[in-house]
C-alpha cells in the first residue's frame, strides 16, 4: 500500500497547483479566486522514483467561524485527511509571508504528530526564494522554496520525501483487475455526495443544503464482495444556458471528463420531481459516449406512491430514449439508507452487461430468426440484404452487420428493431449498443 501525503494550508497558496503537479495531471481545479478545493481530492503522486498517494484538501480558514456554516464542514474533511496521512506537504505563500492563517494551521498539524515538510510556494524568483526562510518562524523545521506552477524546487522536495518515505515498493502486478469507475452525476443538490459517504461508510465528500458544495470530481475506491469499484462524486450539471463562466465552466468539464472516463454513470435523480429535461440531457451524454447506464431515484422516502412513480418513471426513459430499454432503475434515500444495498449489485450487473460478448454463432442463429420474422424493407426497388454479423468489440456492445448495400441506406426504424432483439436474446437491457452496418461481402464466407 502506498503511503499518503496530504497537502495542507489555508486558501489559495497553491495546494492544488502542487496536487497536479504531483499528480501528472490537472486532476484539481485551479483558479485565483480562494476556497476553489472543497472535497478531499486523491491521486496517485510521483517525484523521481518515489511514488505515494497525494491529497488535496480544502484551504483551512477563519478559525472562529460559526460551527453551523461551511467552514468547520471543510475544516473536518481536511483534518480527516491529515489524520489518514503518512506525511503533511504545509504551504505556504512565499509572496505574502507568513500570516497569522498560516501559523493555525501549523498548530494543527504540529497537535497532529505527523512528519511535515513545509514548503514556501510561489517562489518563482531568487528575491522572494530569500524571502521564504520566514516560514521557519513556523517551527517546523527548514521550509522548502519551490514553485509548484513552474516546477522549480522540486529536486529539494525529492531529497526531502526520500529521507522521510524512502524507497516504495514495485508498481502492482499488471495482472490486477483494474477497478469499476463509476461516476455518479445529476443536477445540483439531488444528493450526491450524501449517496457516496453511504456508499463509503463514512463522511469522505462534503454535504449540506448548499448547492453546489462539490466542484471536482472526487474519487474515492470501494471494495465490496470481491469486486474493486472506483466511485467518482461529481459536480452537478445544470443547462448549459445557465452555467455560469469561469469556476462552474470548469466544474461541468471536470463532470463530462468523468463521465467519458466511467465504465458505469450512476444518474441520481430527485424522485420528488423525476427525470428532468437536464436529466435526460445527461442520459443522452452518457449514450453518446457508451457508458453502461444505472438510475438511482433519491428520496425516495418523500414519495406518496411509490409503484406509480416508479412506473412512470421507466416509462418516460424508454419513451424518450429507446437506446435504455430496461435500464435498471434503483429507488433509495441516500439519507436514511433505505434502499442503498441495492444499488451497487445494479452497478456490477450493469457493468457485467457492458463488458459481455456474444458468441459469434449465437449471434447469427439470432439474425437468421430476426430476418425471418421482419426481412428488411425495400430500398431503391432493391431489398436490402444482411449476410453475416459479428461482435466487433465490447464496453459497449458493438456488432457489425454485413450487407448488400450501405449502411447510410439502412433505416432507422430497422436498426431499432434489430437492436431490441438483441436487447432481449442476450441479456443486454439497459445498455448502449452500436451497430455498424458494413457493405461488402461476408469476410468469413469461406470458413
Same mark, same amino acid.
Given at each position: 500500500?502506498?503511503?499518503?501525503?496530504?497537502?495542507?494550508?489555508?486558501?489559495?497558496?497553491?495546494?492544488?497547483?502542487?496536487?497536479?503537479?504531483?499528480?501528472?495531471?490537472r486532476?484539481?481545479?485551479?483558479?485565483?479566486?480562494?476556497?476553489?478545493?472543497?472535497?478531499?481530492?486523491?491521486?496517485?503522486?510521483?517525484?523521481?522514483?518515489?511514488?505515494?498517494?497525494?491529497?488535496?484538501t480544502?484551504?483551512?480558514?477563519?478559525?472562529?467561524?460559526?460551527?453551523?456554516?461551511?467552514?468547520?464542514?471543510?475544516?473536518?474533511?481536511?483534518?480527516?485527511a491529515?489524520?489518514?496521512?503518512?506525511?503533511?506537504?504545509?504551504?505556504?505563500?512565499?509572496?505574502?509571508?507568513?500570516?497569522?492563517?498560516?501559523?493555525?494551521?501549523?498548530?494543527?498539524?504540529?497537535?497532529?504528530?505527523?512528519?511535515?515538510?513545509?514548503?514556501?510556494?510561489?517562489?518563482?524568483?531568487?528575491?522572494?526564494?530569500?524571502?521564504?526562510?520566514?516560514?521557519?518562524?513556523?517551527?517546523?523545521?527548514?521550509?522548502?522554496?519551490?514553485?509548484?506552477?513552474?516546477?522549480?524546487?522540486?529536486?529539494?522536495?525529492?531529497?526531502?520525501?526520500?529521507?522521510?518515505?524512502?524507497?516504495?515498493?514495485?508498481?502492482?502486478?499488471?495482472?490486477e483487475?483494474?477497478?469499476?469507475?463509476?461516476?455518479? *452525476?445529476?443536477? @445540483?443538490?439531488?444528493?450526491?455526495?450524501? &449517496?457516496?459517504? $453511504?456508499?463509503? +461508510? !463514512?463522511?469522505?465528500? /462534503?454535504? %449540506?443544503?448548499?448547492?453546489?458544495?462539490?466542484?471536482?470530481?472526487?474519487?474515492?475506491?470501494?471494495?465490496?464482495?470481491?469486486?474493486?469499484?472506483?466511485?467518482?462524486?461529481?459536480?452537478?450539471?445544470?443547462?448549459?444556458?445557465?452555467?455560469?463562466?469561469?469556476?462552474?465552466?470548469?466544474?461541468?468539464?471536470?463532470?463530462?471528463?468523468a463521465?467519458?472516463?466511467?465504465?458505469?454513470?450512476?444518474?441520481?435523480?430527485?424522485?420528488?420531481?423525476?427525470?428532468?429535461?437536464?436529466?435526460?440531457?445527461?442520459?443522452?451524454?452518457?449514450?453518446?459516449?457508451?457508458?453502461?447506464?444505472?438510475?438511482?431515484?433519491?428520496?425516495?422516502?418523500l *414519495?406518496?406512491? @411509490?409503484?406509480?412513480?416508479?412506473?412512470? &418513471?421507466r416509462? $418516460?426513459?424508454? +419513451? !424518450?430514449?429507446?437506446? /435504455?430499454? %430496461?435500464v435498471?432503475?434503483?429507488?433509495?434515500?441516500?439519507?436514511?439508507?433505505?434502499?442503498?444495498?441495492?444499488?451497487?449489485?445494479?452497478?456490477?450487473?450493469?457493468?457485467?452487461?457492458?463488458?459481455?460478448?456474444?458468441?459469434?454463432?449465437?449471434?447469427?442463429?439470432?439474425?437468421?430468426?430476426?430476418?425471418?420474422?421482419?426481412?428488411?424493407?425495400?430500398?431503391?426497388?432493391?431489398?436490402?440484404?444482411?449476410?453475416?454479423?459479428?461482435?466487433?468489440?465490447?464496453?459497449?456492445?458493438?456488432?457489425?452487420?454485413?450487407?448488400?448495400?450501405?449502411?447510410?441506406?439502412?433505416?432507422?426504424?430497422?436498426?431499432?428493431?434489430?437492436?431490441?432483439?438483441?436487447?432481449?436474446?442476450?441479456?443486454?437491457?439497459?445498455?448502449?449498443? $452500436?451497430?455498424?452496418?458494413r457493405?461488402?461481402?461476408?469476410?468469413?464466407?469461406?470458413?
Open positions: 500500500m502506498l503511503p499518503s501525503v496530504a497537502i495542507v494550508g489555508r486558501p489559495n497558496v497553491g495546494k492544488s497547483t502542487l496536487f497536479n503537479r504531483l499528480a501528472g495531471a486532476r484539481a481545479l485551479v483558479d485565483d479566486q480562494p476556497g476553489v478545493t472543497r472535497d478531499r481530492i486523491e491521486a496517485e503522486g510521483r517525484l523521481g522514483e518515489l511514488r505515494f498517494r497525494v491529497v488535496d480544502a484551504g483551512i480558514d477563519n478559525p472562529a467561524a460559526d460551527a453551523s456554516g461551511l467552514q468547520p464542514r471543510l475544516r473536518r474533511l481536511t483534518m480527516d491529515l489524520a489518514d496521512a503518512d506525511l503533511a506537504l504545509l504551504v505556504v505563500d512565499a509572496r505574502s509571508g507568513v500570516t497569522p492563517a498560516d501559523a493555525e494551521v501549523a498548530a494543527l498539524v504540529r497537535r497532529s504528530g505527523k512528519p511535515v515538510l513545509v514548503l514556501a510556494n510561489k517562489a518563482d524568483d531568487d528575491r522572494v526564494a530569500a524571502a521564504a526562510g520566514e516560514a521557519w518562524t513556523l517551527g517546523l523545521g527548514a521550509p522548502i522554496a519551490v514553485s509548484a506552477e513552474h516546477g522549480l524546487g522540486m529536486p529539494d522536495l525529492l531529497e526531502a520525501l526520500r529521507a522521510i518515505l524512502g524507497l516504495q515498493p514495485p508498481p502492482r502486478d499488471a495482472e483487475t483494474p477497478p469499476i469507475r463509476v461516476a455518479v *452525476v445529476g443536477r @445540483p443538490n439531488v444528493g450526491k455526495s450524501t &449517496l457516496v459517504n $453511504r456508499l463509503l +461508510g !463514512r463522511e469522505r465528500m /462534503l454535504t %449540506g443544503p448548499e448547492p453546489g458544495l462539490t466542484r471536482d470530481a472526487v474519487a474515492s475506491p470501494l471494495s465490496w464482495q470481491g469486486h474493486r469499484l472506483e466511485l467518482v462524486d461529481t459536480a452537478g450539471l445544470r443547462r448549459k444556458a445557465r452555467v455560469e463562466a469561469g469556476l462552474e465552466r470548469m466544474s461541468t468539464a471536470a463532470t463530462l471528463r463521465v467519458r472516463a466511467a465504465h458505469v454513470v450512476v444518474l441520481l435523480i430527485d424522485a420528488t420531481s423525476p427525470l428532468e429535461q437536464q436529466d435526460l440531457a445527461i442520459l443522452r451524454q452518457a449514450i453518446e459516449e457508451g457508458r453502461a447506464v444505472v438510475i438511482a431515484a433519491n428520496k425516495w422516502d *414519495v406518496e406512491e @411509490p409503484a406509480t412513480t416508479l412506473a412512470q &418513471l416509462e $418516460r426513459i424508454e +419513451g !424518450r430514449l429507446w437506446q /435504455l430499454k %430496461g435498471p432503475c434503483v429507488a433509495l434515500s441516500a439519507q436514511t439508507g433505505r434502499h442503498v444495498e441495492r444499488l451497487l449489485p445494479a452497478i456490477i450487473e450493469a457493468h457485467r452487461r457492458w463488458s459481455s460478448r456474444v458468441p459469434t454463432a449465437a449471434l447469427n442463429r439470432w439474425l437468421r430468426e430476426a430476418l425471418e420474422r421482419n426481412p428488411p424493407p425495400m430500398v431503391q426497388g432493391r431489398r436490402l440484404k444482411l449476410r453475416y454479423a459479428t461482435q466487433a468489440r465490447t464496453r459497449p456492445p458493438t456488432f457489425a452487420l454485413f450487407a448488400n448495400k450501405p449502411g447510410e441506406r439502412m433505416p432507422e426504424t430497422y436498426l431499432r428493431y434489430l437492436d431490441a432483439g438483441l436487447r432481449k436474446s442476450f441479456d443486454l437491457a439497459g445498455v448502449p449498443l $452500436r451497430l455498424l452496418v457493405h461488402g461481402d461476408n469476410p468469413y464466407a469461406e470458413n
